[in-house]
């Protein structure tokens, strides 16, 4: 018999993706039979795509795939499309509101029925990642440092300012292009600065955390710059392929912690599923999972570097 539950990621290029493998294994251990599949779209087909299969933002009734008699729970989106969905919502969080990117878009959430919700997952994979790594998620104060300044940086802000951090400190290669992470900054109260992203790391012994959203490869000249003899606070590298990147590598042998980006995948992901299935799940009058059981096998089937 074929699922009768679906769902996708989203994106271009998607097929390196790891969603579907994560996603598996949370859904086996929910006993859920979910079809959760690979979507290679640009900006205008992804938008179709969700209008055919979530419905229109409005109304979320399932679009044309309900007359297939198919359910769809929702979508993950990945780049270059994250930003684009966000017009796919009827209702979003405030998150999206803040970042102006989702990358999760679920329907008929028991919180937002009868609509498409937008939602952005990845500021719960940064706090994830991080504090799997060591942070110490209940205090407050301090500072984070950001290498980069794209749209996983304005997701790292908002975790600083989740975590309470007093200020964050910008590692960009041009501060002219990022207004858009020091705007972000500014509407959340936090202090920010920008540097050279080898003067950032040269500061990394007084920060609370850093999270280096680079592409893979873009930070291995910057290895060099990692303080020695230093104590260093937790790594996220957002870059995953291949893991150990060189700045994580270098991060290690100086004592320092690292977590790599299929941590933060995995957190994130595990969101999205909590999001996806909460409709079934409250439909079949199912208790609260064990999220921790969940989470350990689809860390599993990410590999090592999740955990």
């Known amino acids: 018999m074929r699922p009768v539950l679906h769902a996708a990621v989203l994106g271009r290029p998607i097929a390196h993706s790891l969603s579907p493998v994560l996603h598996a294994a949370a859904y086996r251990v929910l006993g859920l039979d979910v079809d959760y599949g690979r979507r290679d779209l640009g900006e205008d087909e992804a938008l179709a795509f969700a209008a055919e299969h979530l419905g229109a933002p409005g109304t979320a009734d399932g679009g044309a795939a309900a007359a297939r008699g198919q359910d769809w729970l929702g979508c993950s989106v990945t780049m270059p ?8 919502a009827g209702h979003v969080s405030d998150r999206v509101r803040l970042l102006g990117t989702a990358n999760t878009l679920v329907r008929d959430h028991p919180s937002a029925p009868g609509v498409v919700h937008a939602e952005n997952t990845d500021v719960d994979g940064i706090l994830g990642a991080l504090a799997a790594a060591g942070l110490d998620r209940a205090a407050r104060g301090g500072t984070v440092g950001v290498l980069g300044n794209g749209g996983t940086a304005t997701a790292a802000v908002l975790a600083a300012a989740t975590l309470g951090a007093d200020a964050v400190l910008f590692g960009v290669r041009d501060p002219a292009r990022a207004a858009e992470v020091t705007a972000l900054a500014d509407a959340l109260g936090l202090r920010w600065a920008t540097f050279a992203q080898a003067d950032l790391l040269r500061r990394a012994p007084g920060l609370r955390a850093v999270v280096a959203t680079l592409p893979p490869r873009a930070a291995d000249a910057l290895a060099a710059h990692v303080p020695a003899g230093a104590a260093l606070p937790p790594l996220l590298d957002a870059a ?31 969101e999205q599923v909590r999001l996806f299935t909460a409709r079934p ?14 989470t350990r096998a689809a860390a599993d089937a990410l590999g090592p570097a999740a955990g």
């Open 281 to 294: 799940r409250a439909a079949a009058g199912m208790p609260e999972p064990d999220w921790a059981a969940v």
């Open 81 to 88: 499309l994250k930003r684009a969905v966000v017009a796919a």
């Open 240 to 270: 995953y392929d291949p893991w150990p990147s060189v700045l994580a590598s270098a991060w290690s042998r100086e004592g320092g912690p690292v977590a790599s980006g299929l941590s933060m995948l995995l957190h994130q992901g595990i």
